[in-house]
């Protein structure tokens, strides 16, 4: 299943309520995983993203399986890259009708990863942590559960618009910076 089938596929199970119902934020969701904390056995991380049941790993030949196929692939591109090219890292964004890059979809996503194991990003979400500011062009993107600024109020200054129309852009550094912040601790964990 290419990335266009899978989104496809996704946007037709919308009613099963899968964390991804777009590329964009199954991307994101995806690097959150591949730069995050701690390493995620694939079945805890794929069923909530996809919306489907631990059983569907033991069936090969159905759109299920085809689509834990292609985002273990998508999770081994996003990994690789990561790990040789980083600076060829590209989050997956669509466009706004005006033509400006919408980061939302991709942000929501990796937000949506990190919910989970909220306290393993704890050290990211203090303010005082000098490493903090790498999560701010990502949050600045997502709400809480009662739909207000996941950061707070933002502030209505030109800069304030600035930095939102232009944040996509710190995404690619702020998610390699963020793996190289957890590789000695999530790599500990792991031995």
């Not at 701690?38 to 919306?51: G, H, N, R």
Request: glycine share 6%; with cysteine.
């Amino acid at each position: 299943m290419s990335l266009v089938q899978l989104e496809r596929w996704l946007q037709d199970r919308v009613e099963r309520r899968p964390v991804a119902t777009s590329l964009p934020v199954l991307d994101g969701y995806i690097a959150a995983i591949v730069a995050g904390p701690v390493s995620i056995s694939p079945l805890d991380w794929i069923c909530p993203l996809l919306a489907i049941d631990a059983d569907a790993f033991n069936h090969g030949g159905t759109p299920e399986f085809a689509a834990i196929s292609a985002s273990a692939q998508h999770h081994n591109a996003i990994s690789k890259t990561l790990s040789t090219n980083p600076d060829r890292f590209e989050p997956i964004h669509h466009s706004k009708p005006n033509g400006d890059i919408d980061a939302r979809p991709w942000c929501l996503g990796f937000h949506a990863a990190m919910r989970p194991r909220i306290s393993a990003w704890a050290p990211l979400l203090d303010t005082r942590n000098v490493n903090h500011g790498l999560l701010l062009p990502i949050l600045i993107h997502c709400e809480d559960d009662q739909g207000c600024p996941l950061l707070g109020p933002t502030n209505k200054a030109r800069q304030t618009e600035q930095f939102l129309r232009n944040a996509h852009s710190n995404i690619p550094a702020a998610v390699e910076a963020m793996r190289q912040y957890w590789m000695p601790i999530r790599y500990a964990r792991a031995g």
